[in-house]
């Protein structure tokens, strides 16, 4: 076994050397810049930075280390190239996840926003504009997690995955944001925002149905958007179920997963006056009702119905 990775390179091999190199390599960015550790793994440790290791080399061939060893000169030169490029995939990796969609968004509201000031250096932090240039905070994260579940009045109903943040959405997360960093004092991880932002919403939690017509009775036992339960025949599910998608409205469809929920709340989700919305929830409750039939297996079909919400639901 040689010495270095970089002379493991040097005579054509990527061996356990390299390897090594890349988890050592993976700790120190994910220590300097804070990256969540990969799907799977509650917290970070060697097994945890060898699954990212394997991933990179998966996703960009071993090829992508040689290119690296042909910039450098010696092994330091090879650990500061080796660096940058775990740091960009890291980068690439964290955007792709829920949180990191959710911290694109928060960043965006605040850096257009006077009252709100982006921190020099990494990881990325914010304060209120007001707040010492110096002052970072340095507490627990339960504690903002409780002071922003303090905060009452606000929520949202509406969550959209692509475009413009509705505006009753950007009004409650600018309220806890401006909560949570008045309580700090100081800035606050951007990463750690969004995990308080998560808890108070619950906004990366799957859609769920927990009761069907519930004001006449019936009920259906909960299902989850990512987990339905399968069919004893699945395509006879998915047929019906893509025969009841097909006949429902846009707002019927967006309605689909709060089918527990009141007219009002309706309304706020689809932004239309109240009765609009009554009539609404009751068409759908009604083509519901007469579209499955007593052979069908109504869990199974449900179901079906609520992973086709998975680019409708807000």
């Known amino acids: 076994m040689t010495d270095s990775a ?23 960015v994910r220590r300097a810049y804070g990256f969540p550790p990969p799907e ?50 890291l980068i690439d990796e964290a955007k792709k996840t829920p949180r990191g969609k959710l911290r694109r968004r928060i960043a965006r509201l605040m850096g257009g926003d006077a009252a709100y000031r982006k921190s020099n250096g990494s990881p990325p932090r914010w304060a209120l504009a007001d707040h010492a240039e110096e002052a970072v905070w340095q507490g627990n994260l339960d504690d ?57 919403f619950e906004l990366l939690a799957p859609a769920r149905v927990t009761r069907l017509f519930a004001d006449e009775g019936t009920v259906v036992g909960a299902v989850e958007q990512h987990a339905a339960t399968i069919a004893p025949d699945p395509t006879a599910a998915e047929g019906e ?23 009002h709340h309706a309304a706020q989700l689809l932004e239309i006056r109240h009765n609009h919305a009554a009539a609404v929830l009751s068409n759908l409750k009604t083509k519901l009702r007469d579209a499955l039939s007593e052979d069908s297996d109504r869990r199974a079909t449900m179901g079906a119905l609520l992973r086709r919400c998975g680019g409708a639901v807000p």
């Open 6 to 28: 970089y002379e493991e390179l040097q005579t054509g091999g990527f061996g356990p050397a390299t390897f090594d190199l890349l988890r050592r390599l993976v700790l120190q």
């Open 40 to 89: 799977g793994y509650a917290q970070w440790s060697d097994e945890a930075a060898y699954e990212v290791v394997l991933a990179m080399v998966t996703a960009k061939g071993q090829e992508f280390v040689t290119r690296c060893f042909a910039l450098t000169a010696d092994q330091e030169s090879l650990e500061r190239v080796l660096l940058a490029s775990i740091k960009y995939y």
């Open 144 to 200: 903002l997690i409780a002071q922003a579940a303090r905060v009452r009045g606000v929520g949202i109903t509406r969550w959209n995955h692509a475009g413009p943040t509705p505006r009753q959405t950007v009004h409650a997360l600018k309220t806890i944001l401006l909560c949570v960093l008045q309580h700090a004092q100081g800035a606050v991880r951007e990463e750690d925002l969004a995990k308080v932002l998560e808890a108070r």
């Open 241 to 263: 179920a893509e025969d009841i998608w097909q006949r429902l409205s846009p707002n019927e469809r967006l309605l689909l997963p709060y089918l527990e929920e009141d007219a």
